[in-house]
């Protein structure tokens, strides 16, 4: 889903549009038309600036991060992209999580490599598509590709995109001794230029009216932080979407530990985002939703009749075909349901699917550092019930921060590069707190452990 979204110069709302864009999956591999992904830009960006009075001050644009993005010089598509879900290249990870290739990149990078990264993605073309790489001028991101489309510029990217998994967090440019390590050496012209802090043009007049200010970044991950006003160590932010992603904001680099997750750079030089970004987060549930016939607009009832443990069923979320990625590595790790029987109901498989995720949420965030206040959006805040059952398994008071958080981050970051002055914390403010149970919290505590035993053995049986 692609969307845009406009706002006065106080936060407020003006005008959302989306549209759909397909995926192709097929034996792991998940990829996207990239005339279609700019296309659908072009369109909601046309859909809004018909329903919205201008002039626009300025634009921000974020998006998906990782997967590779083939482009020529015109940033025109050299074959599909390849997503952050892809998973062709989880052969060539074992091979580097066996041979310690994989552990030696995150302790130069922060970086912890998985299927859909752009370094195990180009490694697969190199051997498998070179033509394809041979054809390209830039290996992009999405929103890169979409600046360099919307406005004429060069292709570039900003450090929170390249941080995965080249970028080295001290200096802020790429490693070539990881380049070198990964064999992409004679590739290495294809990485985007750094551009730091994030590349500002003016829109050539296809979407945007001609000449309107826009900033390219920082990703989806890293904007929603700035979106949900996460920027004090500490502090952290629960995106629940496709993607389970766990952020905490962090002035300390620490490359010690079990290689997981990543060290997002940000516009200010010192300043990260420790990330674990999870692979499946709503389309855990959307699948057992989908299983078990039960329609989104039942699920907060049937969180509400059935209660805490879910009456014994258990749910290790992980549904994606290319494995997990955080708070560890395991490309061959699927998820399990066990406690079922004949008496086991739909509603005890989603709330258990929903606490496995919130479990999920827990071992990431802690994982993460998190110590202060901790920010949620995306999809699932529009679930109350799954907020005050999130709220309970996370043991702590949530912001609930509504809305398309995303791009309330993009703008301001587009405001900052070209000096806008913008209140920050109305444009961050939360739509509501969530404050846990003592009772229910105290048994999900005691969950997350045997969550913490039962996935432990899952991992060992997966490899």
Not at 304 to 332: D, I, K, M
Request: proline share 6%; with cysteine; hydrophobic share 45%.
């Amino acid at each position: 889903m692609y969307k845009r979204q406009a706002f006065d110069d106080s936060g407020r709302e003006l005008a959302v549009a989306a549209r759909p864009v397909g995926l192709s999956m097929h034996g792991g591999f998940v990829e996207q038309d990239m005339d279609e992904v700019y296309g659908a830009v072009v369109a909601v960006l046309d859909e809004l600036t018909a329903e919205v009075d201008g002039p626009f001050e300025l634009a921000g644009l974020t998006g998906q991060g990782d997967g590779v993005w083939l482009v020529d010089g015109d940033g025109r598509p050299v074959r599909a992209a390849a997503s952050w879900m892809d998973g062709r290249a989880h052969e060539l990870l074992d091979q580097w999580l066996a041979d310690g290739t994989f552990e030696t990149v995150f302790r130069r990078t922060g970086s912890a490599m998985f299927p859909g990264c752009p370094g195990p993605l180009l490694a697969w073309l190199a051997a498998h598509e070179p033509a394809a790489l041979d054809a390209a001028t830039t290996a992009l991101y999405c929103k890169d590709m979409v600046f360099q489309r919307l406005t004429g510029a060069r292709a570039t990217t900003d450090v929170s995109d390249a941080s995965m998994p080249f970028l080295d967090p001290r200096t802020r440019s790429y490693d070539n001794g990881v380049v070198e390590l990964l064999g992409l050496t004679r590739r290495r012209r294809l990485l985007a230029p750094v551009a730091d802090p994030v590349a500002t043009a003016e829109t050539r007049g296809e979407g945007l009216p001609a000449g309107t200010r826009i900033a390219n970044g920082p990703y989806d991950l890293p904007a929603c932080a700035l979106g949900a006003g996460v920027t004090e160590p500490g502090d952290g932010l629960l995106i629940v979407g496709t993607c389970l992603a766990s952020l905490v904001a962090t002035t300390e680099l620490d490359l010690s530990g079990e290689p997981a997750g990543l060290y997002i750079s940000l516009d200010r030089p010192g300043h990260w985002l420790r990330a674990m970004p999870a692979m499946v987060g709503t389309a855990a549930l959307d699948w057992v939703l989908s299983t078990t016939g039960v329609r989104h607009e039942e699920v907060d009832a049937l969180l509400a009749a059935t209660p805490a443990g879910a009456n014994g069923v258990r749910v290790l979320p992980y549904f994606a075909p290319s494995g997990e990625r955080a708070p560890f590595v395991e490309p061959r790790l699927r998820a399990e349901l066990t406690g079922v029987s004949l008496e086991s109901t739909p509603a005890d498989l989603i709330r258990a699917t929903c606490e496995g995720i919130g479990y999920a949420a827990r071992h990431c965030l802690e994982a993460a550092g998190l110590t202060g206040s901790l920010a949620v959006c995306g999809g699932g805040t529009r679930s109350p019930a799954w907020m005050r059952l999130l709220a309970d398994v996370l043991g702590r008071p949530l912001r609930v921060v509504e809305g398309e958080v995303g791009a309330r981050g993009a703008v301001l970051a587009a405001a900052e590069r070209y000096r806008v002055p913008l209140d920050a914390g109305a444009w961050t403010r939360p739509t509501e707190i969530v404050e846990p149970d003592a009772g229910r919290a105290a048994f999900y505590a005691k969950g997350f452990e045997d969550h913490l035993a039962r996935l432990t053995a899952a991992r060992h049986r997966s490899r």
